[in-house]
Structures are given as C-alpha cells and as structure tokens.
C-alpha cells in the first residue's frame, strides 16, 4: 500500500510540472501569437540540471 500511494505521488507531481510548464507556454502562444521556443530551453535547462543534482546527491550518499 505504502508503494502504491508513493507512486500515485510521485506521478501527480510530474503532472503538475507538465501542467505548469504547458500553460507557461500556452499563455506565451497566446499573448505574443508567436511560439518563443527559448521558454522550452530553459526548461530543458532545468531538467538537466535536476538530473545532475540528483546524481550527485547521491553518490554522495553512498560515498561513506
């Protein structure tokens, strides 16, 4: 049970990441006419960065 509530989470904040990037965008799009692909970069940006951080975090963590 513990497992499946966890991944229910875990899933729900993915989708609020999505939900909160798409409608940056959408709000983007809809004031300029113009799709600016530079908000998907630094999105992209901060993926990678997330991704690095938690690799570090935990190696780290092992490292004792």
């Not at 049970?1 to 940056?24: E, H, K, N, P, R």
């Not at 999105?43 to 991704?51: K, P, S, V």
């Amino acid at each position: 049970m513990q497992l499946l509530i966890t991944i229910l989470l875990d899933g729900l904040t993915y989708a609020s990441y999505l939900f909160i990037v798409s409608v940056g965008l959408t709000i983007v799009f809809g004031v300029l006419k113009i799709l600016n692909v530079a908000h998907g970069a630094f999105y992209a940006w901060g993926a990678y960065a997330a991704a690095y951080a938690i690799t570090y975090a935990s190696d780290m963590e092992y490292a004792d």
